[in-house]
C-alpha cells in the first residue's frame, strides 16, 4: 500500500465501513475488490474505493490530516522526470477482473487508470487458474441433456462457451451446489476404450481427452469410488459427469453419452459451462 496525505478529488461511488485508520488500510490491503481506502483524523469512518470508482486523488499537506492508501503491485517504474512515475494494481471479484495504472503527475493529482477489464456472463463466476482466468456457469436444460449435445448446449447458451472441466475443488463444489446431474469435460479417448483394461495409460483422468484449453491440475476430477468404470465392466461409458445421490455428491462419473437420466431416477439437467471471461476495456 502507497500511503500519502491526501483526499479523494473525483470519483463515482464509495463503500463507507466504520474502522480505525491502521484497521482500513489492512482491510483495503487484504480485499480483492480494493483499489484505495481514505480516511480522517477524528473519524472512524474508512471510504472504500475500487479501481473503477476512484479516478483522482488529490495529495495535501502533512497538516490537514487526510490520508489516502492506495493498493499497487509491488513493481513499478521509476522515471527520470518526476510525471513520468507510475505504478500498477489489480482488483478480482466473483465475475470480474480488473487491471489500474496509478500515474503521478506534478500538479499533486494522482490519477486512476484502468487499463484491462475482464467480465464473465451473466450467471458465471470467475476462476484465477495456473494457465489463466477462467468462467464457469451451470446451464440447465428442461427435460434433461445427454453428454454429447452437452457442449452444444453450452455454445448456445453463451458465446464462445465449451463444456468446462474441473481444476480445482472449488470449481467442483460450485458446481456441486446445484445438486442434480452434471455434464463436465472429459470424452473417453480411443485408446481407453473396450476392449482396453486399466493400464499406466488408463487409469483415471488420463481415460479422457479434454476440450478446456485452460485445465491443468484436473485437481477437481475426484472419481466416485469405483470409478471411471467403463474399463472394469468393458462398458461404453464415455462422457464425464458429476455423480450425486441422495447424501449429496458421490464423485466424478464415467456414463453413457447419449442418456439424459439413469435408472435410479437421477436426471442430467445441466453441464457445467466454461469460457475466458470478455474484455470490456
Known amino acids: 500500500m502507497a500511503i500519502i496525505p491526501g483526499r479523494p478529488e473525483k470519483y463515482t461511488g464509495y463503500q463507507n465501513l466504520t474502522l480505525a485508520d491502521n484497521d482500513c488500510v489492512q482491510y483495503c490491503l487484504h480485499e480483492p475488490t480494493c483499489a484505495a481506502v481514505y480516511t480522517k483524523d477524528g473519524s472512524s469512518d474508512c471510504i472504500v474505493f475500487s479501481a473503477s470508482q476512484i479516478q483522482k486523488v488529490f495529495q495535501v499537506g502533512d497538516f490537514e490530516g487526510q490520508r489516502v492508501a492506495m493498493k499497487m503491485k509491488q513493481t513499478y517504474t521509476c522515471g527520470d522526470e518526476f510525471e513520468q512515475n507510475s505504478m500498477f494494481g489489480s482488483e478480482t471479484t466473483n465475475t470480474s477482473y480488473t487491471e489500474y495504472e496509478i500515474f503521478i503527475g506534478s500538479d499533486s493529482l494522482w490519477t486512476f487508470t484502468v487499463t484491462k477489464s475482464l467480465k464473465c456472463p451473466s450467471n458465471y463466476r470467475l476462476f484465477t487458474r495456473a494457465k489463466g482466468l477462467w468462467c464457469i456457469g451451470l446451464v440447465t436444460v ?7 449435445n452437452s457442449g452444444p448446449s453450452c455454445a448456445s447458451a453463451a458465446s464462445g462457451a465449451i ?47 479434454y476440450s478446456d484449453p485452460l485445465l491443468s491440475t484436473y485437481a477437481g476430477y475426484q472419481f466416485a469410488i469405483n470409478e471411471p468404470s467403463a474399463l472394469v465392466s468393458q462398458t461404453t461409458t464415455n462422457c464425464l459427469n458429476l455423480l450425486f445421490n441422495k447424501k449429496g455428491l458421490s464423485g ?11 435408472s435410479t431416477n437421477l436426471c442430467y439437467r445441466g453441464m457445467a459451462c466454461g469460457l475466458k471471461p470478455i474484455m470490456t476495456v
Do not use: H, Q
Not at 252 to 262: A, F, L, P, R
Open 163 to 209: 463444456l468446462s472441466g474441473l481444476e480445482s475443488m472449488n470449481e467442483t463444489e460450485y458446481i456441486y451446489g446445484k445438486r442434480y446431474g452434471i455434464w463436465v469435460d472429459g470424452k473417453r479417448k480411443d485408446s481407453c476404450k473396450p476392449p482396453a483394461k486399466k493400464s499406466a495409460a488408463c487409469n483415471g483422468t488420463n481415460e479422457f481427452t
Open 252 to 262: 466424478v462419473d464415467d456414463n453413457w453419452c447419449n442418456i439424459t437420466n439413469e
Open 142 to 148: 428442461t427435460g434433461g441433456v445427454t453428454g454429447d
